[in-house]
């Protein structure tokens, strides 16, 4: 229900505010100074505070402040017996929804309301679509409790709230925007923009305009000024995907944002400056490419101030269960489809693949299963040929039904289990910690 909260010390006009505000269906909460205001203020949720200027216990101009501290998505209107300009303007600067006169504008009050309500309503969307923004992009959305995984998210974790340079390491689909993502969500820029660009998907031309804009005849086709992805980054966090992919030109003016904070668009004359923060990713080995002349060395101390590798999926097996049913339930809301569970045999002919594609084939994988499945079950009927017959990562010499084979799935099952502690996993199969680690060795675990 619409709740309102009425503040005035004059106890005869604030029922009577009170009544009025209540045959138009609000909620009525009342107060006659500050220090109660507050107290009611943190027992209900409130939309809309009426608040008088001049209070026993304070002055409701310098109160707002207060309130949109406090309280940053309830509105509030002012109401004065002495209307004056200043007050009015210093209100709306503290960011009061509206300041009115008692008597000479009470007509205006329920329409005041309302609209204030709209306000106070879409306030609370857009706060509730930011929590769910955040929570999609926290540290604790990445799923995965593997070892390596968590050593990354941990050195994630300890670099988000500076403005330090990140590049992010890893193979193709091992989820490095995902990583970038989540570190600016933890950051100070977290309300600001992230912006993120690939920068093999372009040419060398392109993919300048693209990142630092150009000015209207810079060249053919450019009609008019158009903001870079920097621009549009300003104050917040950039991601450049692929750093390995730039061309060396592009590379320079790159390093020089980083050295200065400053680039000039293409037909410009004039510097444009911008504080963004910046995270790099590659899948290339950087270090080769600067021995082959591909890559500026100066760029890569610049940029590799704090690196992060991201684990591929066959070095975090014991995560790849989770992932599949997290990826099975949101795949099934998609298709309209129920999906119970994921048989054991689903599940192992998963864990005993190669991934070369990482998360992104995991993903496209358990898309395709879920589309093909009739059953509330995935099993192995779903799965690709070369994932169900295991095969990727089998020795080919072993055959499936030996008991070197059984060994060696029960062996991975136990260590999945235990996320990779051996001593647990020993304990468990009953054998040494000797044994197992020259079991590990023999099957290449």
């Known amino acids: 229900m619409k709740k309102v909260l009425i503040i005035d010390d004059e106890e005869k006009l604030r029922g009577l505010i009170g009544r009025v505000v209540k045959l138009e269906g609000f909620d009525v909460t009342e107060a006659g100074d500050i220090r109660t205001a507050l107290k009611k203020l943190e027992q209900t949720d409130i939309d809309i505070v009426l608040c008088d200027v001049k209070l026993p216990d304070g002055n409701g101009v310098e109160f707002l402040n207060t309130i949109r501290e406090k309280y940053p998505l309830v509105e509030v209107i002012l109401l004065t017996a002495y209307g004056n300009i200043p ?45 769910q923004l955040a929570e999609k992009h926290s540290f604790d959305a990445i799923i995965g409790k593997s070892k390596k995984l968590l050593a990354s998210v941990d050195l ?21 925007e995902v990583f970038a993502q989540s570190i600016h969500q933890a950051s100070a820029r977290s309300k600001k923009p992230f912006v ?19 000015k209207a005849g810079a060249f053919t086709g450019a009609i008019r000024d158009k903001k870079g992805l920097f621009e549009e980054a300003n104050t917040g966090t950039i991601f ?3 750093i390995g992919e730039m061309a060396l030109e592009l590379q320079a003016k790159l390093l020089r944002v980083l050295e200065s ?30 021995a082959a002349g591909e890559f500026r060395s100066d760029l890569f101390y610049r940029l590799s101030v704090f690196q992060i590798t991201i684990p591929a999926l066959r070095e975090r ?9 997290e990826f099975a339930v949101r795949f099934a809301l998609k298709a309209n489809k129920k999906i119970k569970a994921l048989s054991p045999d689903f599940i192992a002919a998963l864990e005993h693949s190669q991934w070369n594609g990482n998360i992104r084939e995991l993903k496209n994988v ?5 589309i093909l499945t009739d059953g509330p079950v995935l099993d192995r009927e779903s799965l690709p040929m070369e994932l169900s017959q295991m095969r990727n990562n089998t020795d080919k010499s072993m055959s499936a039904f030996s008991m070197a084979s059984a060994e060696k799935i029960h062996l991975q099952k136990v260590l999945n289990y235990t996320n990779g502690n051996k001593a647990e996993a020993a304990r468990l199969l009953e054998i040494g910690i000797a044994t197992l680690y020259r079991k590990i060795d023999e099957y290449k675990l």
């Open 87 to 131: 007050d009015g303007v210093q209100a709306i600067k503290n960011g009061a929804f509206d300041y009115i006169t008692k008597g000479d504008d009470n007509a205006r009050i329920i329409p005041l309301l309302y609209r204030a309500l709209e306000k106070a309503e879409l306030n609370k969307r857009v706060a509730n679509l930011e929590k």
């Open 156 to 176: 994630a974790r300890r670099v988000a709230p500076t403005d330090t340079t990140v590049l992010l390491l890893g193979e193709t689909g091992t989820g490095k």
């Open 196 to 214: 993120a660009i690939n920068c093999s998907a372009f040419g060398k031309d392109l993919l300048e305009s693209e990142m630092f804009g150009h």
């Open 240 to 242: 450049l995907d692929e």
């Open 261 to 290: 904070g400053e680039f000039i668009k293409i037909g410009d004359t004039h510097p444009t400056k911008v504080n963004v923060r910046i995270i790099a990713a590659t899948n290339r080995d950087l270090e080769k490419e600067i």
């Open 317 to 325: 097996v014991s995560d790849i269960a989770a992932l599949a049913n």
């Open 366 to 370: 358990i898309e395709r299963s879920v």
